[in-house]
């Protein structure tokens, strides 16, 4: 992801930075994930860094990429073959709450990070929704009338609020949370049949 003549290139050292913010974000937090500790840490001038990325906030948006492709391959393993759209639709959703509850705080930060442009809002796991309540229009499951933008905003709002509350544990017990995700994520899913 280094930057030659003004266009964005891939290479291994920008793949060691990222690999190593991962590491550090998703166990330490975003307050351990330092320009100058991946300096130290990877042994190089700050430069290396900042000729690969805008800033620190840009390797946050690139590790929140990576933990929701973790979190969607998880989701996809999750579906069973034979089963209803929705079945198959609230497999994935449990898969994803539990996935990020079981995982620590700092992991569950980087499922709830997005960039907000003239597009709306982006996330990974939001566009990744989306797209398979799109795929439930083409199948005839939704309701073609349903704006399955804002249906996927709402299901991962709920589902990662929830989940991000567990996290910080403040005494929310995993099956009260359970419930409540449940109960929104079927409204949600009623108003799309």
Do not use: H, P
Not at 123 to 134: P, Y
Not at 177 to 186: D, I, K, N, P, S
Request: aromatic residues 8%.
């Amino acid at each position: 992801m280094a930057f030659s003549k003004g266009k964005r290139i891939e290479d291994e050292t920008s793949k060691r930075i990222i690999d190593l913010a991962v590491n550090i974000g998703c166990k330490e937090g975003t307050g351990a994930l330092t320009v100058t500790r991946l300096c130290r840490e990877l042994n190089c001038d700050r430069r290396v860094i900042y000729n690969r990325f805008r800033d620190i906030d840009e390797v946050n948006m690139i590790v929140a990429k990576r933990c929701n492709e973790e979190l969607i391959q998880k989701a996809e393993a999750s579906v069973a073959e034979g089963a209803s759209y929705y079945d198959n639709l609230l497999a994935r959703i449990m898969t994803v709450f539990t996935y990020i509850y079981e995982k620590n705080a700092y992991f569950q930060y980087y499922t709830a990070l997005y960039e907000v442009s003239e597009g709306g809002v982006k996330n990974v796991l939001l566009q990744d929704l989306e797209r398979v309540l799109e795929e439930g229009k083409t199948q005839g499951a939704v309701n073609a009338a349903a704006d399955t933008k804002r249906a996927a905003e709402m299901l991962w709002i709920i589902t990662t609020g929830i989940s991000k509350m567990l996290a910080m544990n403040t005494g929310y017990k995993y099956q009260d949370a359970r419930e409540t995700m449940l109960y929104g994520v079927q409204a949600v899913l009623e108003s799309m049949k």
